[in-house]
């Protein structure tokens, strides 16, 4: 088996996840570089626990450029009494930490993308040893995982928590009905682009119990988005059980990305005219943007179809748009 042969990890907690109470610290991780010959790279972390029970593993910053999920994170790891527990809370707010602080959606000293990165190494890179750390010594602490994204800087979305159509559907449902709990304006049946070497599929294979979000996006959050988050995250440590009290009972309304065609990409670059907002409809065939070709006035610009009906729930965020880009996604509302 592939973890006979696997090196320990580089990583060494300052916090001990098995004693009972609060504490502060870090995830160190060894990085030798021109301006500190024995340095680390610090990843904050908090752990509270209060005797037995589930364990929640709550991360932010997986791309270092969605904010929803730090503020909400670093707000709990303030606020968060041990006595307030029931089992265990690990709280890493900004996971990928030097993409965090480089406000950019992958780390500046490897380019790796946390969420392409899983299953990792513990001899690899930057990115791929704190993927590893998370592979085979957090998550397989955790019974239930909530990931916080948003769009970055490149994508805008209507505010949704989500999980994952799985092959096990008792997990399935225990993950959907967190969705409902954690009680974000939209919920959302999730589709993947690309699933292979994501956080998501790792949690999932180990059997764990696995939400995320997308709260937003271009770059920053709203008041609106970061209150979704901070009452999403105490929903779902009270729907396990972790805290005491009534759930925020906001309503959702359900959405089914149902196949690849709730996705339109950029054929050429250019200057993007949206023409459908966020949570508009649009209908198969109807024009959604168009982008103008910016080198000469006069030229057609190239327009981009919706190719199913649904209602917008992500868009490029910046004015300008390269081939290849992610244009607008569409949804469909599950009624019944
Ligand atoms: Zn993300």
């Known amino acids: 088996m592939r973890e006979i042969t696997l090196r320990p990890s580089p990583i060494s907690a300052t916090v001990d996840f098995s004693v009972d109470g609060i504490q502060h610290g870090f995830l160190r991780l060894p990085y030798s570089r021109d301006d500190s010959a024995w340095g680390s790279v610090m990843i904050p972390v908090t752990v509270v626990k209060n005797g037995e029970g589930p364990t929640a593993l709550l991360t932010g910053g997986n791309h270092g450029d969605e904010y929803e999920g730090p503020i909400a994170l670093f707000d709990l790891a303030r606020k968060l009494k041990a006595e307030d527990v029931t089992g265990r809370v690990i709280i890493v707010p900004a996971m990928n930490y030097p993409a965090f602080l480089a406000g950019t959606r992958t780390s500046p000293i490897d380019k ?24 085979r010594t957090l998550l397989p602490l955790a019974d239930i995982v909530l990931d916080f994204h948003s769009g970055g800087k490149t994508l805008d ?33 999730m589709l993947e682009i690309d699933a292979v070497g994501m956080y998501d599929t790792a949690a999932e294979e180990m059997g764990k119990v696995f939400v995320t979000t997308e709260l937003g996006g271009g770059g920053t959050a709203t008041a609106r988005s970061a209150r979704i988050a901070k009452m999403g995250v105490s929903n779902v440590l009270k729907a396990a059980g972790i805290l005491n009290g009534p759930i925020d009972g906001a309503q959702t309304t359900w959405l089914d990305m149902p196949d690849g065609n709730c996705f339109s990409f950029a054929e050429d670059g250019g200057l993007i005219e949206p023409l459908v907002d966020l949570g508009d409809t649009a209908k198969s065939g109807q024009v959604v943007a168009r982008i103008y070709p910016v080198g000469r006035a006069g030229a057609q610009p190239l327009e981009v179809h919706a190719k199913m009906d649904g209602i917008l729930v992500a868009r490029h965020f910046p004015g300008l748009v390269k081939s290849g880009d992610c244009v607008s996604v569409l949804a469909t509302i599950v009624t019944g």
């Open 112 to 135: 790796g993308n946390m969420n392409r990165s899983f299953p990792g190494a513990p001899d690899g890179t930057v990115t791929q040893k704190i993927a590893d750390y998370f592979q």
């Open 157 to 189: 979305f209507l505010p949704f928590c989500a999980a994952h159509i799985l092959p096990n559907k008792a997990q399935e449902e225990k993950a959907f009905a967190l969705v409902s709990a954690f009680g974000a304006p939209w919920s959302m049946k």
